[in-house]
T-cell receptor
Framework: QKEVEQDPGPLSVPEGAIVSLNCTYS??????FMWYRQYSRKGPELLMYTYSSGNKEDGRFTAQVDKSSKYISLFIRDSQPSDSATYLC???????????FGAGTRLAVHP | NAGVTQTPKFRVLKTGQSMTLLCAQDMNHEYMYWYRQDPGMGLRLIHY???????AKGEVPDGYNVSRLKKQNFLLGLESAAPSQTSVYFC???????????????????FGPGTRLTVL
């Protein structure tokens, strides 16, 4: 079993939709949770970063962590065609920088 | 400020050939990493370095070697390429661990644009 599970999609939604992307994990020591966005043929870039449980909002993006369920989510409100990309979750226990990545979910937002 | 750069962008090798991928960063980061990305597998850590002159194995180190002779450069070598090493390779860098109010924290990893390698 992988330490981090993420549905690869693809997920196709109309412009303006609310998008929910999710990851589950098995290591209860994980404390730092990140979402990276990766456009086609580009390197990943950090989108959201949260520590421990709770919600964090940044513009149209909300990251949610539920440590009791070992489940993290990224919500995108009012999705735009420019949000079309692969979204990777990543996490680690802290104390060092080795991240464990999910496989990534490919999102397509069509006009 | 170029961030993290990688050369080459594309390469095709024959089985058994060798090559070196170069990663350079201009952000004075202590930590550098090499990942490979394969469909359905996400990013997997090959090797990493916590400072100039140091290297360590990651999740999938077999068939690769690395060197960090200068703080700004991290080289990934394939001594005898195999078709299983066909992948997209990403380099990343980050600051070292820092404390915020006595609590250790992790830092953002900045990624390069990737190198697409095909081994025939």
């Amino acid at each position: 079993q992988k330490e981090v599970e993420q549905d690869p999609g693809p997920l196709s939604v109309p412009e303006g939709a609310i998008v929910s992307l999710n990851c589950t994990y098995s290591n209860s020591a994980f404390q730092y949770f990140m979402w990276y966005r990766q456009y086609s043929r580009k390197g990943p870039e950090l989108l959201m970063y949260t520590y421990s449980s709770g919600n964090k909002e940044d513009g149209r993006f909300t990251a949610q962590v539920d440590k009791s369920s070992k489940y993290i989510s990224l919500f995108i409100r009012d999705s735009q065609p420019s949000d079309s990309a692969t979204y990777l979750c990543a996490m680690n226990p802290g104390g060092y920088n080795k991240l464990i990545f999910g496989a990534g979910t490919r999102l397509a937002v069509h006009p | 400020n170029a961030g993290v750069t990688q050369t080459p962008k594309f390469r095709v090798l024959k089985t058994g050939q060798s090559m070196t991928l170069l990663c350079a960063q201009d952000m004075n980061h202590e930590y550098m990493y090499w990942y490979r990305q394969d469909p359905g597998m996400g990013l997997r850590l090959i090797h990493y370095s916590v400072g100039e002159g140091t290297t360590a194995k990651g999740e999938v180190p077999d068939g690769y070697n690395v060197s960090r002779l200068k703080k700004q450069n991290f080289l990934l070598g394939l001594e005898s390429a195999a078709p299983s090493q066909t992948s997209v390779y990403f380099c990343a860098s980050s600051y070292s661990i820092f404390d915020t109010g006595g609590q250790k924290n992790t830092d953002t990893q900045y990624f390069g644009p990737g190198t697409r390698l095909t081994v025939l």
